[in-house]
């Protein structure tokens, strides 16, 4: 299998629909989802201007980072209800054409063949980065992107930099490394989310929205909240696999897992400096610790495995067998073995839903 460069940003789920598929193992992102639906109800009830498209035009919605469903169905459906709703007390409503965007390798073969049979709209893929240019200009009315906005398009040069005082030797994240790694993640989440907002706001109509749901840390909480401890132990069983011989360490050295957390404030800064959207809501949709007693470490596993596996091939060049055993075995017991705290820490994490308003 071909190696990466150790910069890589996100790479798919893992897709299709067998045991380790994204679409299989995706419901604690559906939990997300389906908190959203209340919020999108009173984002389009409250802030959607109908006269951005008359009844007789197409009314045009791109998911972003859409994976290969269900979640992304759901969300659409979600959304598409809330607009004929506000539509039927003015008459009729326009057609809806949903644009699906995900990196050219996501498997868009299972989203299109699962596709809802009685879907109220014309559907299309749309391959590539939502960290560039997507669409025309001044052609959408909504946006939407749920738990994908925090893959950053690559991992910062100075974690793999051994001359770099963030070079990151040992660990995969900024999760209790060093303060260095923490910033050099933190400024290429901003660089990302600038271009984000930049292509967005070329794409966007006039007053049309964007409906985001952010994973985040709260603002003053330490940065090794959230997901981070997930990824921790994932990099101790990577360090086991090598000190075992299975993976080389030095490919462990430079593995780094391109995710972070950002907080209300800091999404917030970044936002109003773009200066191109007027922020409606920013709301933590999980605001109390969420059900997540309830979670299993080989669920945790799984889930993990969906999003990781194809990052994790792609680096180390490993083979089904390696990759079975770190996830069937290895990792699921380290998380067994620290569920107390890793609960703990996942339930404090927050999940931000903003509404915007291109100006
Ligand atoms: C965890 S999945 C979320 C999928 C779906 N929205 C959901 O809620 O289940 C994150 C998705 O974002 C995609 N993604 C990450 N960075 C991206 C980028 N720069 N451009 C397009 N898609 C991206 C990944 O490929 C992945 O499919």
């Known amino acids: 299998m071909e190696s990466s460069s150790s910069t890589t940003g996100a790479i798919p ?7 380790n598929s994204y679409a299989n193992n995706s419901s604690l992102q559906r939990i997300v989802v389906d908190r959203s639906k209340s919020i999108i109800d009173e984002a389009i009830a409250n802030y959607l201007d109908i006269q951005i498209c008359p009844s007789s035009n197409t009314f045009r919605i791109a998911d972003l980072g859409c994976s290969v469903g269900p979640n992304t169905f759901i969300a659409m459906k979600n959304i598409i209800e809330a607009i004929d709703l506000k539509y039927s007390k003015s008459g009729s409503s326009p057609e809806f054409h949903v644009f699906f965007n995900d990196h050219a390798s996501n498997d868009f073969n299972t989203l299109f063949v699962s596709l809802p049979p009685e879907k109220p709209y014309f559907a299309a893929g749309v391959p590539g980065s939502f960290h560039t240019r997507l669409f025309p ?17 690559q991992v910062p040069k100075e974690v793999t930099d051994i001359n770099s005082p963030a070079y990151n030797k040992g660990r995969v994240h900024y999760t209790n490394a060093r303060y260095e790694v923490f910033e ?6 901003a660089k990302d989310i600038e271009a984000f907002l930049h292509a967005r706001a070329e794409e966007i109509v006039c007053r049309g929205l964007m ?13 090794e909240l959230g997901m981070g401890p997930l990824i921790d132990i ?8 090598a000190n075992m011989g299975m993976l080389e360490e030095a490919k462990v050295d430079s593995f780094n897992v391109p995710v972070y957390k950002t907080t209300p404030r800091e999404m917030k800064k970044l936002v109003e400096r773009n200066e191109c959207f007027n922020i409606e809501r ?15 470490a080989q669920t945790y596993s799984d889930h993990t495995r969906a999003i990781m596996e194809g990052v994790i091939k792609l680096h180390f060049g490993c083979s089904d067998h ?29 999940v931000l839903f903003l509404i915007l308003r291109r100006k």
Not at 322 to 349: R, V, W
């Open 234 to 241: 994932l990099g101790f069983c990577l360090m086991d696999m």
């Open 13 to 19: 789920m893992t897709g299709g629909d067998g045991r």
């Open 184 to 189: 050099a993640y933190s400024a290429q989440y």
């Open 137 to 153: 200009k001044r052609t959408l009315h909504i946006v939407h992107s749920t738990n994908s906005l925090h893959w950053l398009s």
């Open 322 to 350: 390696t990759i079975d055993h770190l996830f069937q075995h290895l990792y699921p017991k380290k998380l067994e073995d620290s569920l107390a705290n890793l609960l703990k820490s996942m339930g404090k994490s927050i």
């Open 282 to 296: 920013i709301i933590d949709i999980l605001p109390q610790e969420n059900n997540l007693k309830e979670v299993s």
């Open 211 to 223: 409906l985001l749901t952010v994973s985040a840390i709260p603002d003053e909480a330490p940065t």
